[in-house]
């Protein structure tokens, strides 16, 4: 692995008596695709939500780019370079596409006319050019989440975190947001995604976590990981939901 | 300032609490049902109490027997501005939470309209029914009859609106609406039936408490705005949508603003219940009961 | 594209510096006072809706406590004028500051409070500084002050000849208030205060700091409803708590941005021009008689307007089609 971008340091969340993150260390190295996987309630959004700065775990540290970033907020992790999708896409509805996306250029730029040239290469980047004039709440589900990629990466971010983009999308679709997420990481970009269903990530990623009841089961290479019996384990409740 | 002033003053702020949770409830139970908020819910309340006021007048029907009358009679005035006003807002495809507000919010100048063009904006008021002026001493404190049948009143419909809720089997497709309104529509329930009934409930309701307060408060075009900022501070206090919240709220509200009275002079004494909304929101943000 | 933008921003500014030029020539054609009276009170009221627009309509914090900010614009230049003869001029500037702290100050618990809460919030607030400002002796309570005449001049901001110099600077109030919109609309500020609006959480996550923004909208929001309010105590020249701190206030402020297009330019404008001279003209023709007639019409007119145009009058003016509802 190269230089390591993002470490969690034993990290710990509870909410109430439930546990739903144990002792979770994972790094992530500059430049990599890494995949985030496990059955349902295995803790994965929570950690992804800990990563991005909704809430402070309740123990352990969160290491951004060489800084600890545990005690920061959303905004705060957004201005140092974490950009982020929703699993529920979570589009500014009353807005235009363009509109959007500048947004979140804006992090970047108080120049208008930069945020505005910024967030039109964007969405050409994201396959959205011809819609950046429509109003949000106008688009397909595959458009929002293209959006909310293009919303992401007009933050400049160092790391993209990817919650279930490609979840619900047809074959098709889903086919050409794993081709948008390699051109993500082409331009330099780290890449940590969620994902539910193995089939569609595993061809992707360098590198797969396994999370089950809110610990590491297990990490690795990805054609290494879907033989690791454990996880096969892990997996047989859904196993012939990821089969069928 | 002696203890017998401030029980017999809390005595009254109890039972004039129990009157604020009676006419907050129905506000509470549209809104738990479907998220609307009847800004119009104090005019309900104004045309409740001309009713009350006309059946006295031209019936000589007493406002005690007259309440189921108002009751039935604001049921259907709920129903029917549910199906032919509030139903259409529902519709709306852009701002709907402004849409609902400013449609209830119309609705309610035009109502208070409509009482000035038909009823005159004099005050009136029922000076001579069974119960007026007549007090009782419960333990050396006097309490007006009138406002104690309320209290009595109060006490019943929200007994009674438990059991409906619980035991009947509207009640139970008013909950289900309120919990899931898209999955009741699957399992074949009528969403715009519950909602009308919803509605008329509401409007029932305010109804009632419109017949107890027409007994000793002037009736006049713009009595419901008066209240009704009370009923929304109840509703709000109790968590927006808790049935019981309304109840717990408006007793709260009837003994602040009581106590209020016993500092402060008469002209300040809302100050003590719009302070104590503050204050429980800054510490609760949902109210006392609100779980949303 | 970008261009598109551009001339779009650019026609606005074209379209309001023609229609500012038009309304400044009316008077030359208008000499009736009363119908001049209703044109001061239309433009005084656009400035007011578009501030509240600010924070109601572009940051979605829905305000109908607004008659506080209108109240102390008022009261602080009446008073600093009356006690200590401070020109009104100060007076404004300083209510306005004024307003802007005071409304930094709430805003820093009220803005938790989501929906509901926050509006009965900040109503309940301005109920509380009207009953305040009812029993404040000092202050004229209930009575009220009257604003002494010193004779015509702008330094004193005073006419009782003509009612013309109040009109003017009603325009002009109107016009900068719908520059700095226009100015803030195309800024950071206005992006965020839509993506506050739309979705904090996403906006959060784009380095939107939400309370910031939000507290940035009431800032300026308050500022210019006070400088509207201490205008309104000159025109009338007198003021007591219930002529300047109402809810009512604080629905005619909130009511033409939501009629004419909430979050839009434009709406406020177009909501006052055509609700301002209804209730001023039904309240004096037909409403005289005291039955309501004007009430009965004044709520048709705005029910008719929320079920029919949901997004506001606006929408009968843009080319494109109506929004379309999420499909679920």
């Not at chain 2, 501005?81 to 519709?91: K, T």
């Not at chain 3, 602080?76 to 100060?90: C, E, I, N, R, Y």
């Amino acid at each position: 692995m190269s230089e390591t971008l993002l470490e969690t340091r034993g990290v710990w969340q509870r909410f109430g008596g439930l546990v739903a993150n144990s002792d979770v260390s994972i790094s992530v190295g500059r430049g990599e695709i890494v995949g985030l996987i496990g059955p349902n309630g295995a803790g994965k959004s929570t950690l992804f939500n800990l990563i991005a700065g909704v809430l402070p775990p309740t123990q352990g540290s969160i290491i951004f780019d060489g800084h600890d970033v545990t005690k920061e907020p959303a905004t705060a992790r957004c201005a140092r370079g974490i950009g982020r999708t929703f699993q529920v896409v979570k589009s500014f509805e009353s807005m235009t596409v363009i509109d959007n996306v500048i947004v979140g250029a804006l992090i970047r730029t108080t120049v208008m006319r930069e945020a505005r040239r910024k967030a039109h290469e964007v969405l050409e980047f994201c396959g959205l050019g011809a819609r950046a004039d429509v109003l949000a709440n106008q688009l397909i589900p595959s458009e929002k989440r293209r959006l909310e990629v293009a919303r992401a990466l007009a933050t400049e971010p160092k790391l993209l975190l990817l919650d279930e983009v490609l979840t619900g999308l047809t074959h098709t679709e889903a086919e050409k947001g794993v081709e948008l997420v390699r051109r993500v990481r082409d331009t330099g970009v780290t890449v940590l995604m969620v994902e539910h269903v193995m089939e569609i990530v595993m061809p992707l990623v360098d590198r797969a976590i396994v999370l089950d009841l809110g610990k590491v089961l297990t990490e690795g290479k990805p054609a290494d990981v879907v033989r690791d019996p454990k996880v096969i384990t892990a997996y047989l409740g859904d196993r012939h939901a990821v089969s069928a | 300032m002696t203890t017998a002033t401030i029980i017999q003053s809390l005595a009254s702020g109890l039972l004039m609490g129990l009157l604020y949770g009676l006419v907050a409830v129905g506000l509470a139970l549209i809104f738990g049902l479907m998220d609307v908020t009847n800004f119009a819910h104090g005019e309900f309340l104004m045309l409740a109490m001309y009713i009350t006021f006309f059946l006295f007048a031209f019936f000589a029907i007493d406002p005690l027997l007259a309440m189921p009358l108002v009751g039935a009679a604001m049921f259907l005035f709920g129903a029917l501005v549910y199906l032919f006003v509030v139903r259409f807002a529902m519709r709306a495809r852009a701002n709907i939470g402004m849409v609902q507000i400013f449609t209830t919010f119309g609705l309610a100048i035009l109502m208070r309209g409509l009482a000035q063009y038909f009823f005159t904006p004099d005050y009136r008021s029922i000076n001579v029914s069974w119960l007026g002026g007549k007090t009782v001493s419960i333990g050396g404190v006097f309490l007006p009859v009138p406002q104690l049948v309320g209290a009595g009143v109060s006490l019943l419909a929200f007994g009674a609106l438990y059991f409906f809720i619980k035991k009947t089997d509207f009640g139970r497709a008013l909950e289900a609406t309120r919990e899931d309104a898209g999955a009741v529509a699957l399992v074949g329930i009528d969403k715009n039936k519950v909602f009308a009934l919803g509605w008329g409930l509401g409007g029932a309701l305010v109804g009632i408490a419109g017949a107890v307060m027409a007994m000793f408060f002037y009736i006049y075009p713009d009595v419901g705005a008066s209240f009704a900022l009370i009923a929304y501070v109840t509703v709000a206090l109790g968590g927006f949508g808790s049935v019981f919240g309304a109840f717990a709220g408006g007793i709260i509200v009837g003994l602040v603003e009581a106590s209020t009275a016993l500092i402060l002079p008469p002209s300040l004494k809302s100050i003590g219940i719009y302070a104590v909304y503050l204050l429980v929101v800054f510490i609760r943000p949902r109210g006392l009961f609100g779980s949303m | 594209m970008n261009d598109a933008h551009t001339k779009r921003r650019r026609r606005d500014l074209i379209v309001a510096a023609v229609l500012a030029l038009l309304a400044a020539c009316a008077p030359l054609v208008v000499k009736d006072v009363y119908i001049q009276n209703i044109m001061v009170l239309t433009l005084m009221y656009a400035a007011l809706s578009q501030a509240w627009n600010i924070l109601g309509g572009y940051c979605g914090q829905i305000s109908l406590g607004h008659a506080l900010y209108f109240g102390l614009g008022a009261y602080t230049t009446a008073l600093l004028f009356t006690k200590f003869g401070v020109l009104p001029w100060f007076g404004m500037l300083g209510g306005g500051v004024l307003s802007a702290l005071i409304a930094l100050g709430l805003g820093y618990p009220t803005f938790r409070l989501r929906g509901h809460y926050f509006v009965i919030a900040t109503i309940v607030i301005a109920e509380i500084a009207l009953l305040l400002f009812l029993n404040w002796d000092w202050a004229g309570a209930a009575l009220g002050i009257d604003i002494p005449v010193r004779g015509d001049s702008w330094a004193k901001f005073q006419f009782t000849r003509s009612k013309l110099p109040y009109f003017y600077f009603a325009l002009a109030f109107c016009c900068v208030a719908f520059l700095i919109t226009w100015w803030l609309e195309d800024s950071k500020w206005g992006y965020w205060w839509r993506a506050v609006k739309d979705n904090p959480d996403a906006a959060e996550s784009l380095g939107v700091v939400v309370f910031n923004s939000k507290m940035g909208a009431a800032a300026v929001s308050a500022f210019l409803t006070a400088i509207g309010g201490a205008f309104y105590a000159q025109f009338v020249s007198y003021i007591d708590p219930d002529s300047v701190m109402t809810f009512q206030f604080s629905l005619l402020m909130a009511l033409p941005a939501v009629l004419g297009g909430i979050g839009t330019l434009w709406g406020p404008v177009l909501g006052a021009a055509i609700l301002i001279p209804l209730t001023e003209l039904t309240r004096s023709y037909i409403g005289g008689s005291g039955r309501g007639v004007d009430l009965i019409l004044y709520g048709t007119v705005i029910v008719v307007i929320a079920l029919a145009r949901p997004e506001g009058l606006i929408g009968l003016f843009s080319r494109k089609p109506a929004p379309k509802g999420v499909p679920q």
